[in-house]
Nanobody, 123 residues
Framework: QVQLQASGGGLAQAGGSLRLSCAAS????????IGWSRQAPGKEREWVSCISAGDGTRYADSVKGRFTISRDKPKNTVYLQMNFLKTEDTAVYSC?????????????????WGQGTLVTVSS
């Protein structure tokens, strides 16, 4: 069983940066693909990024070139570095571990979810 805890959210100005962390306990994250998704008020959940067990990365078009996902295996933590933030990035961000080692944007493939962390970007 994998327990995930997302943190690092907060208030940022447009153009600024934040780094989110997804820390795991109970099991190593090494075999899992890890994804980030977000949900803005009144909107459906949107897949943001994922990193495979082999550290391959994928990004949604809306964040490509601005966000970077990475994995620190000794710390059992996955990060989402968010640069050049926009007001439309405002959302609750959640991390999750997939049932496979391969990156996926399919929410049905994610089996372990952490609580979200709120990111608010002001203009």
């Amino acid at each position: 069983q994998v327990q995930l805890q997302a943190s690092g959210g907060g208030l940022a100005q447009a153009g600024g940066s934040l780094r989110l962390s997804c820390a795991a306990s109970g099991s190593t994250l090494d075999p899992y693909a890890i994804g980030w998704s977000r949900q803005a008020p009144g909107k459906e959940r949107e897949w943001v990024s994922c990193i495979s067990a082999g550290d391959g990365t994928r990004y949604a078009d809306s964040v490509k070139g601005r966000f970077t996902i990475s994995r620190d295996k000794p710390k059992n933590t996955v990060y989402l570095q968010m640069n050049f933030l926009k007001t439309e990035d405002t959302a609750v961000y959640s991390c999750a571990a997939a049932r496979s080692s391969v990156s996926t944007s399919n929410p049905l493939m994610y089996i372990y979810w952490g609580q979200g962390t709120l990111v608010t970007v002001s203009s």
